[in-house]
Nanobody, 119 residues
Framework: QVQLQESGPGLVKPSQTLSLTCTVS??????????WSWIRQPPGKELEWMGL???????YYSPSLKSRTSISRDTSKNQFSLQLSNVTPEDTAVYYC???????????WGQGTQVTVSS
């Protein structure tokens, strides 16, 4: 069974860059046809897909966040990472990493990590 674990700072100051890493075990991030996503849920709001990195390294981003988001991976560590630049308090959310077949939704999720943007 695939397991995902998010890690990173729980508090980020406004205008800084939020950086999170998802460590994957029980499966490889290069497994064909799978996509590795970042999703967030602000307090009182619905889940919001932020972007993904596919098994071949191709990235896709939400249009609303594309200008501030970067997703990368380290295949040697079986990890993928999120960077969100120029954060504001509106970026406060629980951030999740998840995986599923491209176009078929999510099969496994991380437990989520709370990130608060505040000075």
């Amino acid at each position: 069974q695939v397991q995902l674990q998010e890690s990173g700072p729980g508090l980020v100051k406004p205008s800084q860059t939020l950086s999170l890493t998802c460590t994957v075990s029980g499966g490889s991030i290069t497994t064909s046809a799978y996509a590795w996503s970042w999703i967030r849920q602000p307090p009182g709001k619905e889940l919001e897909w932020m972007g993904l990195i596919a098994y071949d390294g191709t990235t896709y981003y939400s249009p609303s966040l594309k200008s501030r988001t970067s997703i990368s991976r380290d295949t040697s560590k079986n990890q993928f990472s999120l960077q969100l630049s120029n954060v504001t308090p509106e970026d406060t959310a629980v951030y999740y990493c998840a995986v599923g077949r491209l176009g078929y939704g999510y099969e496994y999720w991380g437990q989520g990590t709370q990130v608060t943007v505040s000075s």
